[in-house]
T-cell receptor
Framework: EAGVAQSPRYKIIEKRQSVAFWCNPI?????LYWYQQILGQGPKLLIQ????????DSQLPKDRFSAERLKGVDSTLKIQPAKLEDSAVYLC?????????????FGPGTRLTVL | GDSVTQMEGPVTLSEEAFLTINCTYT??????LFWYVQYPGEGLQLLLK?????DKGSNKGFEATYRKETTSFHLEKGSVQVSDSAVYFC???????????FGQGTRLTINP
C-alpha cells in the first residue's frame, strides 16, 4: 500500500515570496492533516480536513496561509507571503474515517527554508 | 488547553541499557495517548498507543502505561539497541477530537 506522498521534499525561497506544497494521502483515507514542525519542536496542527470540508483550522495563520482539498483527495498548502519564521518542515498526514484509535500516517515532509 | 510535556533531551545511552522517557499531559476528559518515532531520514511512525486509563501499549520491546492519576505515559524499554536511535514524540488526541497534540520530542542516541 502506497504511503502519504508529499512534494517537493525541499524548498528554499526568499521572504515575501510565495510557496505551495502538495500532499496525496493514502487511498481511501477521509481525513487529511497539515502540521508545521519547527526545528527542535513537535509538530503543530495547522489544518484538518474531513473529505473536502475543514474540521479545524484554529491554528492556521489565515493572513498568509491557505489550504484546500477540493475533491476530497489530494491537498495543497500555500504560504503568501512567506516570513523567516515560516522556516520549518511541513508534514501531511492522513487517517481513515473517524474512529476511536485515530492512527495518523505521516508523509516524509517538505523542508522549507525562508531566507 | 491540551498540552504534552516530555523529558528534556538529548538522551545518550549504551547498548543494552534500560530506557525511560518521561511524558506528562494536560487534557480534559480521557484523551488517547501515543508515542511516535522518527528514525533518521524517515517520516513519523506510530510506535504504540493507549486509549483508556490503565491500558498498556507495547511494540518492538517498548511499553507505556496510561496513568490517569498521574497524567503520565512514560516510555520504557528494558534493553536498547543501536537501531533504537531516533527522535521520540509523545502525543495525545483529545477526547472527541481527531487531531494530535505533540510534545517537543526527545532525541535518543544509543552507543555500541
Amino acid at each position: 500500500e502506497a504511503g502519504v506522498a508529499q512534494s517537493p521534499r525541499y524548498k528554499i525561497i526568499e521572504k515575501r515570496q510565495s510557496v505551495a506544497f502538495w500532499c496525496n494521502p493514502i487511498s481511501g483515507h477521509a481525513t487529511l492533516y497539515w502540521y508545521q514542525q519547527i526545528l527542535g519542536q513537535g509538530p503543530k496542527l495547522l489544518i484538518q480536513f474531513q473529505n473536502n470540508g475543514v474540521v479545524d483550522d484554529s491554528q492556521l495563520p489565515k493572513d498568509r496561509f491557505s489550504a484546500e482539498r477540493l475533491k476530497g483527495v489530494d491537498s495543497t498548502l500555500k504560504i503568501q507571503p512567506a516570513k523567516l519564521e515560516d522556516s520549518a518542515v511541513y508534514l501531511c498526514a492522513s487517517s481513515p474515517s473517524a474512529g476511536v484509535y485515530n492512527e495518523q500516517f505521516f508523509g516524509p515532509g517538505t523542508r522549507l527554508t525562508v531566507l | 488547553g491540551d498540552s504534552v510535556t516530555q523529558m528534556e533531551g538529548p538522551v545518550t545511552l549504551s547498548e543494552e541499557a534500560f530506557l525511560t522517557i518521561n511524558c506528562t499531559y494536560t487534557a480534559t476528559g480521557y484523551p488517547s495517548l501515543f508515542w511516535y518515532v522518527q528514525y533518521p531520514g524517515e517520516g513519523l511512525q506510530l510506535l504504540l498507543k493507549a486509549t483508556k486509563a490503565d491500558d498498556k501499549g507495547s511494540n518492538k520491546g517498548f511499553e507505556a502505561t496510561y496513568r490517569k492519576e498521574t497524567t503520565s505515559f512514560h516510555l520504557e524499554k528494558g534493553s536498547v539497541q543501536v537501531s533504537d536511535s531516533a527522535v521520540y514524540f509523545c502525543a495525545l488526541s483529545p477526547q472527541g477530537a481527531q487531531k494530535l497534540v505533540f510534545g517537543q520530542g526527545t532525541r535518543l542516541t544509543i552507543n555500541p
